[in-house]
Every structure is written in C-alpha cells, then in structure tokens.
C-alpha cells in the first residue's frame, strides 16, 4: 500500500482508495485542515463515511486546503454522549498543538446535533485558533439556529460554569480517582478498568527514546532505527520528527496525572523515572529554537461567509510582506488567486471586518435583541423536542398523575375495591420511574432564560468595536454572509443576516480619493471613507 504522509490507519480500505486515486490534498494547499467524519448509528454503514470523505477532499480541493489530520467516530450518536466520541475529543486536544487551522466537516450536524455540545466543542477550538467549517453548507442551518448557538458560545463564557458543568459533569469525579476520561492513549500505556496501566508490549520503546535522546541521539537518528526496528507509534504508523515532541514532554510517563487543574503525582504507574526525564527536559530546553516571529495565529473573522461577488468564489484569508517589509493581512479571492479569471482586488482584513462589524452593530436596537432572545428560545424548545425524550415523557407523566388524581377521588367517594388499589400503586410506581428518566434526560439539556439572553445582548451595545473578540461574536451572532464587488470609487456589499425581520441589505463605500490605490500588498492606510451609500432596504417577511 502506498505511503502517505499523515495517518490514514482510522480509514477503511475502501476509503483509503479515495486518496491512492487522488492523494492531491494530502500533499497540496495554502492551509492546513483536519477532517472530522462521523456517522451515527449502527443502522448506517460505512458508505455514509466514504461519501462525507469523498466530499470533504473535493471542497478542501477547491478552496486549496492541505489535509493533514483526519478523526473518524462510528456508530456513536452526536446527542448525549459527547464525551465519549473518542476522536472528537482526541481533536478537540490536538487543536492545541495548532497544526492546523480548520476542522471540515460535511455537515455541522456530523459535529454536533445537540446545540449546547456543538457551542462548547467549537468554543474550545476557537480558543486554539480554529474554526469549524461545513462542505456542503454556504450558509450554514437556519437563522434560528445559528443564533442560539453564537447565543449559547457567548453565554458559555459571560455565564461560564453553568453551561460548562453539562459538559464536564463526571469527568471531574473520574479524574479524581486517576480514571482515563478518553482521549489519545499515550504510546506505552494501555487501559484496563477504566485506568491507565504498562503496556508491555511498547512501553520499551518509550524507554528506548528517552535513553537514546538523553544520551545525545538526534531525533532524525532516532526516527531512522525505530522505523528500521519497526516499531509504531501509538497509532500504529511509523515515527516521524514529530512522534517525539509530544512523548519527550508528556509528565504521564513518570507517574504523574493531570486533567485540567487536577495534578495527582504517582497517580499512574511510571514508565520513565524521574531523573531520566529532567534529563531529557533540559537537552529539550537547550535545543529548543525561539518562537518564529510575525508568525501569530491571525483570526479571519469572515472566513467561510465571505465571497466575491464578481465570480461567487469564496475570500479566502490571506498575509503577505509588502515592498517595506510590512506584513498584510488581506482576504483575495479564490477564483484570482489560482488565475482562473477573476479580477477581484483584495480587502484588507481589518477594513472589511471593521465595515460588516458597524453595520452589524447599527442593527443592534432593543426591538432586534428582543426578536434575537425570542429566536434563541424557539430553536431551545424546537432542540428539546428533537433532541431529547423529554416533551413525550412529560406528556405520559400527565397522564398517569391524571389517572392518579381520578382514583384517588374515587377512593375519597368511598368506591375502594383491591382493583383500584392495586392499580393505583402500579401508577405511583410509573410516576416514579418518569420521573427518574425525565430526570435523566434533563442532565444533558441547558435550559436557557430569556431575561439571561436580553442581558446578554445588550452588553453588545456598548462593546468595543475596536475590539477583534467583540466584532467576532457580533459577526457570528448577526451575519450570514457577506458579498463584496469592486466599483470604481469603492465597493458594493450584500450582507445576508441570521434575522427574521432583515434578511439581506445591499450598500456602497465609497473610495477615499486621497487614498493611494492598492498595488501587491502596499494597501492605503486610509483606503476608503466610511460613507454609506444604502439603496438595498431589509426585506422583510410579510
């Protein structure tokens, strides 16, 4: 079988023939992208994933994305059981290491059904510098949808803990008593009762690396013997440069676990004594290079709702040094880039986004974050209905305290007999255990307040538009997607909003006449005026 340059061991053979075929996106692209396939039942088969592959590869081709991770769950279920969709959470981790940028999915939904999961997994990724986008959804679900869940995010941080505790409820007390709570198991360990224990098998290798680094062997050297040895990584692929950097740090392999701010020393069994790894922490420190400069991660805020409007072509994020040796950041179209036609000039990342940001604010008026909560409570009540099997539980609670109240009248009526005692105790025993499933159920939903939400949003008012975290939470709160055409004295924008009672808006900036014209990178610094010109009015629902 060919070689490939990431892990593919989590794909069929089936699956893997897509890449022999056309292994383009693994080798080819401006950005790099992990993939994250799932299917939800046993009831599907594996051919649901061979299509969301197939289609992931083709969008990640057109817009020149490099694949370089890809995580796959099967027969797991996007609703309640989140925290054991193992490569979920093995991704959700990896995004720390920030070896790329997206997380593609076919659709949203193979992410999460639940909204409350949904919100929480793609806060944590954000957090990491990245971002979730759908190959099969330019606008993404409806606006009722997207609302309560920028609504949900923002809340998941202004209200943090209640939010939070649904997701980590367990894991804390797992954690406590040194449980594994999922994730990558680390080469040499392998899991028996829950915990972490030796695994014989490959816990000399993990010794072998660390004697051999220690002793002054280069990683590259000992990459070529372990290979050579054939050994596998914990994946069961071979070593490359990077297999080590994650292994030399990890303080698991002297007995140490950690889960979040949970530090137990000898909570596991040890592989490497503790000498050995101060010794290997110092040659890391020693050969560890400085950070390369000029090199942060940059957040796109329009990435995935911005197009051009001259080929429909998505704007794709962009940096460059221009003749000073000044960086740009900029986002050009995908259509011009690969020289396919396309004439768009590019749009300076902060001038773009500052101009959808104020617009997007100006909507912001206590009647529109009343129509918002309203939204975000309807999409709530419609999830709980889809999601959960609380409606009809408490319907046939209902019933049975009816049926209860209706005997215990007859009984007051004087009309006993054992039948209707016996009865009566069998509906006691029914309310018992709905109670108990509703019970249940209710752990793994967020019951939002609307007066909470109100609160929430009128915080938006006085934000800081300067302030990048702010205009990324009013953008994806708000906007759907935004058009941008080149006119002879400015631009022309649609922006297509997650509203009800405004949908889209067409309006121009006009070029600053003083400002030099944009050539390579050198962009103006004051390249247009912020002067409206609207002749596209909301359109709003009869």
Same mark, same amino acid.
């Given at each position: 079988?060919?070689?490939?340059?990431?892990?593919?061991?989590?794909?069929?053979?089936?699956?893997?023939?897509?890449?022999?075929?056309?292994?383009?996106?693994?080798?080819?692209?401006?950005?790099?992208?992990? &993939?994250?396939?799932?299917?939800?039942?046993?009831?599907?088969?594996?051919?649901?994933?061979?299509?969301?592959?197939?289609?992931?590869?083709?969008?990640?081709?057109?817009?020149?994305? %490099?694949?370089?991770?890809?995580?796959?769950?099967?027969?797991?279920?996007?609703?309640?059981?989140?925290?054991?969709?193992?490569? &979920?959470?093995?991704?959700?981790?990896?995004?720390?290491?920030?070896?790329?940028?997206?997380?593609?999915?076919?659709?949203?939904? %193979?992410?999460?059904?639940?909204?409350?999961?949904?919100?929480?997994?793609?806060?944590?990724?954000?957090?990491?510098?990245?971002?979730? #986008?759908?190959?099969?959804?330019?606008?993404?679900?409806?606006?009722?949808?997207?609302?309560?869940?920028s609504v949900l995010e923002g809340m998941a941080e202004f209200f943090s803990a209640e939010l939070s505790q649904k997701v980590t409820r367990g894991m804390r007390e797992s954690a406590l008593k040194c449980h594994s709570v999922g994730g990558h198991i680390p080469l040499g360990y392998k899991v028996e009762n829950h915990k972490l224990v030796v695994n014989p098998d490959t816990a000399h290798i993990v010794q072998e690396a660390f004697s051999l680094y220690a002793n002054g062997e280069s990683v590259a050297d000992i990459c070529r013997k372990f290979n050579s040895a054939g050994y596998k990584t914990a994946k069961n692929t071979e070593f490359n440069r990077s297999s080590f950097k994650a292994m030399f740090r990890n303080t698991r392999y002297i007995g140490t676990y950690t889960y979040k701010d949970i530090v137990i020393e000898n909570g596991i069994p040890a592989i490497i004594d503790k000498e050995l790894f101060e010794t290997v922490q110092r040659r890391l420190s020693k050969t560890a290079t400085a950070p390369?400069?000029?090199?942060?991660?940059?957040?796109?805020?329009?990435?995935?709702? &911005?197009?051009?409007?001259?080929?429909?072509?998505?704007?794709?994020?962009?940096?460059?040094?221009?003749?000073?040796? @000044?960086?740009?950041?900029?986002?050009?179209?995908?259509? @011009?880039?690969?020289? &396919?036609?396309?004439?768009?000039?590019?749009?300076?990342?902060?001038?773009?986004?500052?101009?959808?940001?104020?617009?997007?604010?100006?909507?912001?008026?206590?009647?529109?974050?009343?129509?918002?909560?309203?939204?975000?409570?309807?999409?709530?009540?419609?999830?709980?209905?889809?999601?959960?099997?609380?409606?009809? #539980?408490?319907?046939?609670?209902?019933?049975?305290?009816?049926?209860?109240?209706?005997?215990?009248?007859?009984?007051?009526?004087?009309?006993?007999?054992?039948?209707?005692?016996?009865?009566?105790?069998?509906?006691?025993?029914?309310?018992?255990?709905?109670?108990?499933?509703?019970?249940?159920?209710?752990?793994?939903?967020?019951?939002?307040?609307?007066?909470?939400?109100?609160?929430? #949003?009128?915080? +938006?008012?006085?934000?800081?538009?300067?302030?990048?975290?702010?205009?990324?939470?009013?953008?994806? #709160?708000?906007?759907?997607?935004?058009?941008?055409?080149?006119?002879?004295?400015?631009?022309?924008?649609?922006?297509?909003?997650?509203?009800?009672?405004?949908?889209?808006?067409?309006?121009?900036?006009?070029?600053?006449?003083?400002?030099?014209?944009?050539?390579? +990178?050198?962009?103006?610094?004051?390249?247009?005026?912020? %002067?409206?010109?609207?002749?596209?009015?909301?359109?709003?629902?009869?």
């Open positions: 079988m060919k070689k490939f340059p990431i892990d593919l061991s989590c794909l069929t053979e089936e699956e893997i023939s897509q890449f022999q075929e056309d292994p383009y996106t693994l080798y080819n692209g401006d950005q790099d992208v992990a &993939l994250y396939l799932r299917y939800s039942s046993t009831g599907q088969s594996d051919q649901s994933i061979e299509g969301q592959l197939r289609d992931c590869r083709a969008f990640c081709k057109a817009n020149h994305y %490099r694949i370089v991770a890809i995580y796959v769950d099967r027969a797991t279920t996007a609703h309640k059981d989140v925290e054991k969709r193992v490569h &979920l959470m093995e991704m959700v981790a990896d995004s720390a290491k920030q070896n790329w940028e997206y997380v593609i999915v076919w659709k949203l939904d %193979r992410f999460a059904r639940n909204r409350n999961d949904s919100a929480i997994m793609k806060m944590r990724l954000r957090k990491n510098g990245v971002k979730v #986008l759908s190959a099969t959804e330019h606008l993404t679900d409806s606006p009722e949808s997207i609302i309560l869940e390369a400069r000029g090199k942060a991660k940059v957040d796109y805020l329009l990435s995935g709702k &911005l197009f051009c409007g001259h080929c429909g072509a998505s704007m794709n994020g962009e940096s460059g040094a221009g003749r000073h040796g @000044k960086v740009y950041h900029y986002y050009s179209c995908y259509t @011009k880039k690969r020289k &396919l036609g396309c004439d768009k000039r590019p749009l300076k990342k902060d001038y773009i986004e500052g101009i959808v940001a104020r617009d997007a604010l100006n909507l912001l008026t206590d009647q529109l974050i009343d129509e918002i909560a309203d939204m975000a409570i309807r999409q709530s009540e419609q999830d709980l209905i889809n999601d959960t099997h609380i409606p009809q #539980l408490t319907a046939q609670l209902s019933e049975v305290e009816k049926s209860i109240m209706n005997i215990t009248a007859a009984i007051e009526k004087g009309i006993a007999s054992e039948t209707l005692m016996n009865r009566l105790v069998q509906l006691e025993h029914e309310k018992k255990t709905l109670n108990k499933e509703i019970k249940a159920e209710e752990k793994f939903v967020y019951r939002i307040d609307r007066d909470q939400i109100v609160f929430w #949003l009128s915080q +938006f008012k006085y934000g800081n538009i300067e302030d990048e975290d702010f205009r990324r939470r009013l953008i994806d #709160l708000l906007v759907n997607s935004v058009t941008v055409w080149d006119e002879p004295d400015g631009y022309k924008i649609t922006t297509a909003y997650n509203l009800t009672s405004c949908k889209t808006k067409t309006f121009r900036v006009e070029k600053n006449p003083a400002a030099e014209e944009a050539t390579g +990178f050198d962009f103006g610094e004051s390249e247009c005026t912020i %002067r409206w010109q609207q002749f596209g009015y909301f359109k709003r629902n009869a």
